[in-house]
């Protein structure tokens, strides 16, 4: 069963007050009013001095389950909002897995679901690294199992990738996080998703209609998830959401008539939405809270909206 | 459900309509009067978006802060929902 063996979580610790993008981005006063006071996002986190390269780097030094066991892994996935964070042919990716002694692993990119693209990058290591052992000699012994690495977060470039349509501001970080197909440690029982290209729209034409059926649909992959687990919400100990803004998982509570308390939204005033990493964070925030205890099962949920939409959610086992 | 039903302090709540109901018309550039017993999506097209900011701008007008968590926007149905739930959930900001 899929697992995370290890997380390991880059922020700057630079932080932006939202007011100063104001001028950059072009938000109106009652723009940054409205971030603040119901999206609840205060700052985010920059690291000027840091490429993309070095945030994710950053983020693998922490994982410490790393080291030494480089040998092990077979996939390193690159999970993205952006579909693009570079000029041809710089590929981050690459340049990363180098210095990182990951050189031997078979090294992409997973995209196009935007932000719920960590979700999905967990779910494809998962069944990779299950199917090679099923093909081949690889057990289950905890000390030559495979691994795939997965890494998220990216640079707040552009104007695209700072803001979105008075939804959320994006803050840079990154993420590390070995995956196994057999371990015992957060054990993922179940994942759904949903992938609606039918909100994709060249002119904005569908973003109401996004909006009307965003909570909607993401409660509904978050109860589908849970029924392929065989939990209900109320066996959930923590939902790990993704930093979208405060006001969207509020309702979602009321939605869901689930505690607020439960859900993690420490990091949204502080960090932002950062891309894919939000999850990963979000876990890490979890754990330093002492919220997730042996056995306790979570449910992590994101949307990726952009060219269409995608709801997923994930349930795991602590 | 009136001001009177809900025990809501009725010139408060009519303070917020009139309130209200001026700013939708500013932010969605009607120049036909808002009414409170128009349907806010379906009617006005009130998107997510908007319906904030029009909670921000009589915020501001009123001074007042709007105790949005508690606000089930589904419920929220007409004009006149909406004042009555902001009469009910704000505190002198």
């Not at chain 1, 710089?90 to 196009?112: D, I, R, Y």
């Not at chain 1, 939605?255 to 005033?269: E, G, Q, W």
Request: aromatic letters at 6%; one cysteine or more; hydrophobic letters at 45%.
């Amino acid at each position: 069963m899929t697992a995370l063996e290890a997380v390991s979580v880059y922020l700057p610790s630079v932080r932006v007050p939202i007011e100063s993008l104001a001028g950059p981005l072009g938000l109106t006063d009652m723009q940054v009013k409205l971030f603040r006071r119901f999206h609840g996002l205060r700052e985010v986190g920059r690291d000027p001095d840091a490429s993309l390269e070095a945030l994710l780097l950053k983020a693998a030094a922490g994982l410490d389950a790393l080291h030494g066991q480089e040998h092990r892994v077979r996939y390193v996935l690159y999970a993205r909002t952006m579909p693009v964070v570079g000029p041809y042919p710089v590929n981050p990716l690459h340049e990363v897995c180098h210095p990182l002694a990951l050189g031997h692993a078979l090294a992409f990119t997973v995209t196009h679901q935007s932000c719920a693209s960590g979700l999905l990058a967990i779910d494809i290591a998962g069944r990779l690294l299950a199917a090679d052992a099923a093909d081949g000699p690889d057990g289950p012994d905890g000390k030559t199992e495979p691994l795939a690495l997965i890494l998220s977060g990216e640079k707040a470039f552009t104007r695209e990738a700072q803001v979105f349509a008075d939804t959320t501001v994006f803050g840079e970080g990154a993420s590390a996080c070995l995956v196994s197909a057999f371990g015992a440690r957060d054990r993922m029982l179940s994942y759904a998703s949903s992938v609606r290209g039918d909100f994709d729209s060249d002119t904005g034409a569908n973003d109401a209609r996004l909006q009307r059926e965003y909570r909607p649909s993401l409660a509904g992959v978050m109860r589908q998830a849970l029924d392929e687990a065989g939990l209900t919400l109320d066996d959930i100990r923590v939902v790990l959401p993704h930093n979208v803004n405060l006001v969207t998982w509020q309702r979602m509570c009321l939605l869901l008539k689930f505690p607020r308390d439960r859900v993690v939204l420490d990091n949204i005033p502080t960090s932002g939405h950062v891309f894919c990493a939000d999850v990963f964070a979000n876990y890490q925030t979890a754990c330093e809270r002492g919220l997730l205890q042996p056995g306790d099962r979570y449910l992590a949920a994101a949307v990726g909206a952009g060219g269409g939409a995608t709801f997923a959610a994930m349930v795991f086992e602590h | 459900m009136t001001a009177q039903e809900t025990g809501l302090d009725g010139d408060f709540r009519q303070q917020v309509l009139d309130t209200m109901t001026t700013v939708l018309a500013r932010l969605l550039d009607r120049t036909e009067p808002v009414t409170e017993d128009m349907r806010l999506m379906e009617e006005l097209g009130l998107s997510s978006t908007f319906g904030l900011e029009l909670l921000l701008q009589v915020e501001d007008q009123l001074m007042i802060l709007i105790d949005v968590e508690q606000m089930d926007a589904d419920q929220m149905k007409t004009v006149g929902d909406l004042a009555t739930f902001v009469a009910g959930h704000s505190q002198p900001g």
